[in-house]
DNA sequence: GTTGAAATTAGTACGAA
DNA sequence: TTCGTACTAATTTCAAC
């Protein structure tokens, strides 16, 4: 319920259907525009600021909820005002092969926001929300620590969210640049194929990280059976 | 519009009045657990689900907006459904004395989901989604390389975002719990009055961070300003 | 894909407990 | 404060164009 999608697999829709189940036009991007920034606004409301009529941003309201385009509406909730003053990012570094388990025993930590598998030194990020800095070092000394799974972990803490979108969209680059494919040189990509497939050489640096380096592997070992494990 | 709270501070509320502003009861926490797992509810069907009269939930659900409990409400989208499937986060080394500049250009930046200022090795983290691998890297190398008060970047692939709640609340604890303080040692804190006004020694570590460390300073330097730069 | 009318539901205001 | 009810305004649905 909690899970979110893959980045290369769908999520339990059409099963078999892998790919876009809806092309997306121009006014679908709109409603997602003014949806993302007003999720309470009425259809009808909708209807006008897009400049459609009711019945069709009825109809295209419903096809973006049934395809999974808009996963679900929330309420933004000030985290302060909530009792959870403190929010840290906590690295993990995870076992092989023992993913699965992992992502169960995250389930089970109602204090994580989010957690996302990543390239890099660490193997996985996740955020927590706490109400002091104490909660932060119980969590991992006695929470995080007693996971098999967990190898490692480095704590950060988050002293001021700067920027938060709700959900960045392609439609919010210029008109002027492809919201498919930015205008760039094609010879001076990284790496082709995308992250997910990523078994490149190992550039691991150990110190300062000039200006523009990735890191792209090093951790790759134990993510390859990611795609089956969970 | 799209600035996010501090953490420490208020957001343009009741001028002058700093801390809570709405005493939340078990009922408000109520409240806003249904909003969060649904955003679109409407207030009667809130009132049964929650077990208030209508006349209540109105005047809460008011009150909350109001308080700013309740930042806004938005629509998750399925970025890759919305045609950008490329997830990365970047950490940034932020010259010193150039916070209001590194955040003036950031707001410039639509491909710019999150930031938040950290402490640690690195002085804040931004999430950026794009339409492929190559986008990430004309994004580091062209757009942040160009801003002046960017040091340094690492940059790291996000492969799969394995979980994504909708604002954690107090109340997600077990009841057994108190939401407020945990219990705990009281000696075993790792740093106390938390971490907006850090300034400890220097930890800071080399290599593999053992189980538990936490890179609680090392950049402080720049962040003191913080405070009243931007 | 659009317009317009009917049915339903939401939001407001009030007095009573 | 909270609840219950009645009133008003809006939204959603459904029809025909």
Redesign the interface.
Known sequence: M???????AH?GGQPGRIG???E?DATH?KI?EV??????ISVAALAERVGISRANAYTRFEALRA?????????????????????A?IFV?VRQQMWRQF?AQ??AM???????????QHD???Q???????????M??DR??NIPA?????????????????????S??GPGRS????A?D?A?????G???G?SGGARSS???????????VGAAEG?AQ?QRD?
Chains 1, 2 share one sequence.
Do not use: Q, W
């Open positions: 909690t899970e979110t999608s893959r980045n290369s999520e876009i189940g809806l997306l991007l997602l949806l993302r920034e007003n999720g309470r395809d999974g385009a808009i996963k679900r509406f929330t309420a933004e909730i000030d985290h302060v005002r909530a009792g959870l003053g403190i929010t990012l570094t992502r995250l389930a109602p204090e994580v926001e989010y957690c996302a598998i990543t390239t890099g996985a990020m996740i927590v929300r706490v109400t002091d800095v104490a909660a932060v070092h119980t991992v000394t995080l620590a967990v190898k490692a972990t480095e704590t950060v803490f988050i002293l001021d969210e700067v920027l938060r979108r709700p959900y960045v969209l392609p919010d680059r919201a498919r494919r930015p760039h094609p001076d990509s990284p790496g082709s995308g992250p997910a990523g150990g110190g300062e990280v000039p200006l523009g380096m990735m890191r792209f993510r990611l969970a």
